[in-house]
């Protein structure tokens, strides 16, 4: 008999058990693609995550094995290569199992929303079954490009660069003194709502970048090459899939943040760094120190960075229908951002005093 959720159940073996009756009566057939033995936990989360599916989903029963893989290849390309490691795998467990941010149950979309390539509901993380072949990505499979938006969900569970809302908060009540000090008392275009969307423009494309590397990884299939495309009515250089728009300006801001990148330094090896920051740390916290060098000008520039971010989210999620578009020009926006970050790459290298930024550093 199912139980209705067994994935906090606090005995492991009563989970392996019921477990070996389920597979039994369901999938006689089925078999991990890996040994876990060696990592219980990764193994434990598995069993529930299957077990607890098939449990609370209509419409996922005779798939279910083959998303389970597609979570399975997530840890094991992660940890083959190296994006996932003993400093960070158990955090990473934590938040994947988080009640609040986490995920017990995977299916497929509803038909209603067949548009939509993947999507994350409460504690559920939800996968088109009818993905295509994309023209930006024409050496993949339809089957490995569900397994990359799978992929790009799962990221946003464990990169969760918007989880301490706090400190966002902290950072734009700072930069109030400094927006004032420059008469700006009445700020345009609701300027802490556009930092926030900022920092979630950042996500949206780490998550997608971090999908991709494992997704192409995990095949042993090279990506495409950065090339030139229209986005937004604008000329970008992108490699991904979706969310090209997004790709350059992270880009740019990770060539001004340190152990993210030096001069040497690839765009997939700047982006692969700014991943394994996020996964190592709080990202959003060690950004706005990274900018915290004492000098007003260029807080007030990782200020303008990220609204400009923001801006460009914005415009793109209003071109998918999700709000009204704003009255802005894109290109405007990218070369905004490319020019304050190119002036700030070496800037940082400085050493100065602190700004009184409001956040706890200990809390």
Not at 136 to 158: A, V
Not at 208 to 220: F, M, P, R, V
Not at 325 to 354: G, H, M, W
């Amino acid at each position: 008999m199912i139980k209705d959720n067994i994935f906090w159940t606090a005995d492991p073996s009563i989970i392996k058990i019921s477990f070996s009756d389920f597979i039994n009566d369901y999938y006689p057939n089925f078999k991990f693609k890996y040994n876990w033995s060696i990592l219980p936990e990764i193994e434990d989360y598995l069993i529930r995550l299957m077990y607890n599916s098939f449990s609370n989903s209509n419409n996922v029963k005779s798939q279910l094995p083959e998303l389970i893989h597609d979570v399975e290849m997530f840890f094991a390309s992660g940890l083959l290569s190296g994006i996932f490691n003993d400093s960070n795998l158990l955090n990473i467990l934590q938040e994947l199992k988080d009640k609040n941010n986490g995920f017990q149950i995977i299916e497929f979309l509803p038909k209603e929303l067949s548009g939509v390539f993947g999507n994350s509901i409460e504690n559920k993380i939800q996968i088109n079954q009818n993905m295509t072949r994309h023209p930006n990505s024409p050496n993949l499979t339809p089957q490995e490009i569900r397994r990359m938006y799978m992929f790009h969900e799962m990221g946003h569970k464990i990169l969760n660069i918007l989880s301490n809302e706090k400190t966002i908060n902290d950072f734009t009540d700072t930069i109030d003194d400094i927006l004032q000090s420059k008469g700006l008392t009445n700020v345009d275009l609701n300027y802490k709502y556009f930092v926030k969307e900022g920092f979630w423009m950042i996500e949206e494309c780490l998550a997608q970048e971090l999908a991709e590397y494992l997704t192409y990884y995990s095949k042993n299939k090279k990506r495409p090459n950065f090339e030139s495309r229209v986005d937004l009515g604008c000329q970008i250089s992108s490699n991904l899939d979706y969310y090209g728009i997004f790709q350059m300006p992270t880009i740019n801001l990770g060539k001004t943040i340190r152990g993210c990148s030096n001069e040497k330094s690839t765009s997939e090896e700047i982006l692969l760094n700014m991943i394994k920051k996020a996964l190592n740390s709080n990202f959003d916290i060690e950004l706005i120190y990274e900018y915290n060098q004492g000098s007003a000008e260029l807080y007030y520039d990782l200020f303008l960075t990220l609204r400009t971010m923001g801006f460009i989210k914005y415009q793109k999620y209003a071109f998918f229908g999700f709000g009204i578009p704003l009255k802005i020009n894109v290109q405007s926006c990218l070369d905004a951002i490319e020019k304050i970050t190119k002036k700030n790459r070496d800037y940082l290298t400085e050493e100065f005093s602190e700004i009184n930024f409001k956040h706890n550093k200990t809390a």
